[in-house]
């Protein structure tokens, strides 16, 4: 069974730059959410895909998009990025509907620093 | 608004010892879970324990059990008999439905977490 992988681990990035992570999702999990986790603090969820679609967000403005793909891996697209937006950015994958127990299975993320 | 609360930022243990972890939480759900996450210096967030918010009877997995008052919404998670491997930070969560239909799961909200320090 494979886990949740991200991609890349760190990245550096200028003010107003976009940038884009991706994420594969745990063998067999069809529904995938991202979270923000800033220095010391709990994740926040950003949204939620299932069936290519957007199932759910968090309180993020819409520069902050993503895309799921036919295999149920996903991408987080940040635009015109801001110094806050530094942080460390969690995949998460589920299974969708009644066999979903609510446990989430985390990568080990994608640390951005906005410089 | 839905919270989480952890009021300690900082815990620390002997090995061998026990200790418990405090958090409450304010939602207007009637279905929730909650649970407890680790997350280790490696950053991988693992579950330690979940809790469906309908049972009673308190979730045990091995060494990690929880005290659920669901009236006070209060979640508190013990470690009985710590481990050196049990360093880490504790984040309490819980989830609710999203959307319409109360079928779909997946917006975890969670607390500010607490430092757990294991010594020998």
Not at chain 1, 9 to 25: A, D, E, F, P, Y
Not at chain 1, 57 to 78: A, D, I, K, M
Request: aromatic letters at 12%.
């Amino acid at each position: 069974e494979t886990g949740v992988t991200q991609s890349p681990t760190h990245l550096i990035k200028t003010r107003g730059q976009q940038v884009t992570l991706r994420c594969s999702s745990q063998s067999g999990h069809n529904t995938v959410s991202w979270y923000q986790q800033a220095l010391g603090q709990g994740p926040q969820f950003i949204f939620q895909y299932y069936r290519e679609e957007e199932n759910g967000r968090g309180n993020f403005p819409p520069r902050f998009s993503g895309l799921q793909f036919p295999n149920y891996s996903s991408e987080l697209n940040v635009n015109a990025l801001e110094l806050d937006d530094s942080a460390l950015y969690l995949c998460a994958s589920s299974l969708y509907g009644h066999r979903n127990t609510g446990e989430l299975f985390f990568g080990e993320g994608s640390r951005l620093t906005v410089l | 608004a839905q919270t989480v609360t952890q009021s300690q930022p900082e815990m620390s243990v002997q090995e061998a010892e026990t200790v418990t972890l405090s958090c409450t939480y304010d939602t207007s759900e009637s279905n929730y879970y909650l649970f407890w996450y680790k997350q280790p210096p490696s950053r991988q967030m693992i579950l330690v324990i979940r809790q469906e918010a309908y049972k009673q009877q308190n979730a045990t997995e091995n060494r990690f059990s929880v005290n659920f008052q669901k009236a006070a919404k209060s979640f508190s998670l013990k470690i009985s008999d710590s481990q050196l491997g049990d360093t880490a930070m504790y984040f309490c969560a819980f989830m609710t439905p999203l959307g319409g239909g109360g079928t779909s799961y997946g917006k975890l909200t969670f607390g500010q977490g607490t430092i757990l320090t294991v010594h020998p």
